[in-house]
């Protein structure tokens, strides 16, 4: 079935407060296909833009390769033996898709926040330090700084600030996924992809962290995967909604979130968005 | 059912019972019979007349050498093999299946096998003769399995979220696995080792043909030097009138191998514990 490439969204239609130059497109994605070792599509025909500095909230049923886009953006799927990633992926000029690039640099510019908060087993101070020892920072004193500059940007810092050497595993689920969001941002990605960063929350720390992402909003470029409707409403610029047809995961709707919970074009999404599927 | 027996309580505690009072009963026999000779004499003293008196000192040394150079062969090895196994190769297809199949084949080899093969390799063909080095080598080679299996595990069970976690903070590879798998995996190493280490210290047909059979007190590696196991065998069977001796050699064996074991079990809990402090 031919696909219709959904177009970038017009400025014109943007929600209110949003900045009305016109918008970058931090990363492209055309004609994206992904199959996992066995045949099983889990993505097919995907073409999209993201819009830079801006949230593009991803929602649809389980199962509808939303996870699994995520994963292509940064090349998370090369850890899957087997599967096979068709299509292209642009971030700026950069092809991600192209097998001569230096994927541990796609990953320091994509930047990755799993569902299950996962700091390492190590210190707070080396969660921190460990990745940026990969970009080759390693004098101590700018270590530091970048250590408290990242966790004052995520609003952990006055937590943590005695118990920097404390375990990481002993901080609270909403304190860990907002060290696992500094851990990323000390690299000082373009873009971050977070998978479903909320849903293992508390309501509390789960409101703390949407803030912290809408706060984020003005430096990188956010890609979310939600369950939570309301919160990709509250929360993101754009919308884009896949869903299982034809065995594989596709996308039926893309464009400004007001647009897409008010009018949605496609009769699937619109009724997934108003409650009555999925 | 207030009254009455259950068969299966019965039944387990019935198994309970004999596993428990077979392991009393060897390990009160051993200590009943060895504990008196053991004093620091015959820690120290060679052994005289074939055997019949003095101490066991030349044969702790050789054991110990044996067994540290099984433990220098196999440990890097078998960590390097189990790290490759776990990390870099998919364990139910190809290459990584035929490995895993060997090993479980291997681990089953009756050790008078390997002795064998390790006379005919290491002392024959390697021109290595009756000597230490030929022993632990041989040892090394009966080891390996275990130590693999062991270590694999723990590579496996490390968490995917420590991967996952490091590959998205553009971690390599390499350093994934020097900075989150193996820290993690490290306390299945000790085990590993210390199964295997247990395993080689107990041995005796794998040695008698490739260490042998001198109690002299060895002076490289490259001299012959009887291991414990192989000295208990030699008083109780070939020399009339060593039994004693051999007790006493028994209880320096097992002591050591309950102390070896209860180190291990200390230092993982140890491990563990600190591990899940943070959890």
Same mark, same amino acid.
């Given at each position: ?9 017009? =400025? ?16 492209? @994605? ?6 996992? &070792? ?19 909230? @991803? ?16 090349? %998370? ?23 001569? @690039? ?5 990953? /320091? ?17 080396? +969660?921190?330090?460990?990745?940026? &020892? ?9 270590? $530091? ?22 375990? $990481? ?49 003005? &430096? ?6 939600? !369950? ?9 610029? +754009? ?30 999404? $619109? ?8 | ?14 198994? =309970? ?15 009943? +019979?060895?504990?008196?000779?053991? +004093? ?7 052994? /005289? ?32 093999? #189990? ?72 590579? /496996? ?15 390599? /590879? ?25 395993? #080689?210290?107990?041995?005796? =047909? ?24 192989? !000295? ?39 491990? %563990? ?7």
């Amino acid at each position: 079935m031919r696909s219709n490439v959904l177009e970038f969204p017009d =400025a014109s239609v943007a929600k209110v407060g949003q900045s009305s130059e016109r918008l970058n497109s931090a990363m492209t @994605i055309e004609h994206l296909g992904l199959v996992y &070792r066995g045949g099983h599509c889990a993505l097919a025909d995907v073409s999209m833009c993201i819009a830079e500095k801006q949230i593009t909230a @991803i929602i649809g049923p389980s199962g509808c390769g939303k996870t699994s886009f995520l994963q292509c953006l940064n090349r %998370l799927t090369d850890l899957i033996a087997g599967s096979e990633v068709t299509g292209r992926i642009c971030l700026e000029e950069t092809d991600v898709t192209s097998s001569t @690039i230096d994927v541990t640099v796609l990953r /320091r510019r994509v930047g990755m926040i799993f569902q299950k908060p996962n700091p390492f087993p190590l210190s707070i101070r080396r +969660n921190i330090e460990l990745a940026l &020892r990969e970009t080759n920072v390693l004098d101590k004193k700018e270590c $530091a700084d970048i250590v408290e500059h990242v966790l004052r940007e995520v609003g952990l810092w006055d937590e943590v600030k005695d118990r920097l050497d404390g375990p $990481a595993q002993s901080l609270s689920g909403g304190q860990q996924q907002r060290l696992c969001i500094a851990r990323a941002i000390a690299l000082k990605p373009q873009v971050l992809l977070l998978d479903e960063p909320c849903s293992s929350l508390d309501p509390v720390s789960s409101e703390i962290v949407e803030d912290l992402l809408f706060r984020l909003r003005e &430096r990188y470029t956010l890609v979310v995967v939600t !369950h939570n409707l309301a919160q990709a409403r509250r929360i993101s610029d +754009n919308t884009a909604v896949f869903w299982t047809r034809d065995d594989a995961g596709r996308l039926i709707e893309f464009g400004p979130t007001q647009q897409v919970f008010e009018a949605a074009r496609d009769p699937l999404a $619109a009724s997934y968005i108003q409650g009555r599927r999925g | 059912m207030s009254k009455g027996w259950d068969p299966g309580l019965v039944l387990s505690w019935t198994v =309970a019972v004999i596993v428990a009072g077979a392991f009393c009963w060897l390990l009160g026999d051993v200590f009943w +019979n060895g504990l008196g000779r053991v +004093n620091w004499q015959f820690l120290t003293e060679a052994p /005289r007349d074939a055997g019949r008196s003095g101490g066991i000192g030349p044969i702790i040394v050789s054991t110990m050498l044996i067994l540290l150079v099984c433990m220098a062969a196999s440990l890097p090895l078998g960590v390097g093999a #189990a790290i490759y196994l776990s990390e870099f190769t998919d364990s139910e297809v190809g290459f990584g299946r035929m490995i895993r199949r060997s090993l479980e084949v291997l681990s089953g080899v009756p050790s008078i096998v390997f002795g064998l093969f390790g006379s005919a390799f290491f002392c024959i063909y390697l021109g290595l003769g009756f000597s230490i080095l030929a022993g632990g080598l041989t040892l090394a080679c009966m080891v390996l399995p275990i130590l693999i299996r062991a270590t694999e595990e723990g590579f /496996r069970s490390v968490p995917s979220e420590y991967r996952l976690g490091g590959a998205a903070l553009g971690m390599s /590879r390499t350093r994934r696995l020097l900075y989150l798998s193996f820290p993690a995996a490290l306390p299945s190493v000790v085990v590993g080792f210390v199964l295997g280490l247990g395993r #080689a210290i107990a041995e005796t =047909a794998a040695l008698i043909f490739t260490s042998g059979y001198v109690d002299r007190m060895p002076s490289s590696l490259f001299d012959s030097g009887r291991a414990l196991s192989i !000295h208990i065998f030699d008083t109780s069977m070939n020399v009339s009138g060593g039994e004693a001796q051999a007790y006493g050699t028994a209880v320096v064996l097992v002591f050591t191998l309950l102390s070896i074991n209860l180190a291990a079990s200390w230092i993982t809990d140890r491990w %563990l514990y600190r591990e899940s402090i943070g959890s």
